[in-house]
């Protein structure tokens, strides 16, 4: 059964960069058909896509956020990653990585992890 | 900037048939599948619905889905108390807002 684990920085300072690692298990991040995407949601707040990655290598990006977003993945170690430039107090969210099948939807997630903005 | 609306919040008592509606646009909705998602309480997302009204494996019967035009439907037969959580819908969307946009999400209490 696929298993994605994120892991990352908790506290990022404003205007730094957040990374954060997704680490896919039960699966490969290279078989056809799958787009492996980040998305975040603040505290009490709604969802948000932030992009994904195709099998290809191929991104996409939400565009009120591809300015400051990189997805890349690594096929040698199974996972894929997030990083967000220039973050500030509104990047603060529980961020979650996820895998969609053929446009499908999102059928496997992460448990999800905090990030906090602040100095 | 969720471009996908939904109420914020519906109820009803066990048993009772519940739904949530979801508008959208001729980009979204209106030329692309919408996938519907459960969110209990402190868990991630899970999928409930996808292409309109097909649920995956797990899913309740419970639960349907249907879209007319540029609009779409979640509906709860048979109201549980562990249907208590919020709902989201979502699609992909062909216009600058995407490529894929969330609802706005619904919350549902069971009375």
């Known amino acids: 059964q696929l298993q994605l684990q994120e892991s990352g920085s908790g506290l990022v300072k404003p205007s730094q960069t957040l990374s954060l690692t997704c680490a896919v298990s039960?699966?490969?991040?290279?078989?056809?058909?799958?787009?492996w995407s980040w998305i975040r949601q603040p505290p009490g707040k709604g969802l948000e896509w932030i992009g994904y990655?195709?099998?290809?290598?191929?991104?996409y990006y939400n565009p009120s956020l591809k300015s400051r977003v990189t997805i890349s993945v690594d096929r040698s170690k199974n996972q894929f990653s997030l990083k967000l430039s220039s973050v500030t107090a509104a990047d603060t969210a529980v961020y979650y990585c996820?895998?969609?099948?053929?446009?499908?939807?999102?059928?496997?997630w992460g448990q999800g992890t905090l990030v906090t903005v602040s100095s | 900037q969720s471009v996908l609306t939904q109420p914020p919040s519906a109820s009803g008592t066990p048993g009772q048939r519940v739904t949530i509606s979801c508008s959208g646009s001729?980009?979204?909705?209106?030329?692309?599948?919408v996938n519907w998602y459960q969110q209990l309480p402190g868990t991630a997302p899970k999928l409930l619905i996808y292409?309109?009204?097909q649920r995956p494996s797990g899913v309740p019967d419970r639960f349907s889905g249907s879209k007319s035009g540029t609009s779409a439907s979640l509906a709860i037969s048979g109201l549980q108390s562990e249907d208590e959580a919020d709902y989201y819908c979502?699609?992909?969307?062909?216009?600058?807002?995407?490529?894929?946009?969330f609802g706005t999400g619904t919350k549902v209490t069971v009375l």
């Open positions: 996820a895998r969609d099948h053929n446009r499908d939807g999102y059928n496997s």
């Open positions: 039960g699966g490969s991040i290279s078989s056809g058909g799958y787009s």
């Open positions: 990655i195709y099998h290809s290598g191929s991104t």
């Open positions: 001729s980009s979204n909705i209106g030329s692309n599948t």
């Open positions: 292409s309109n009204n």
């Open positions: 979502a699609a992909w969307d062909d216009s600058l807002n995407g490529p894929y946009v």
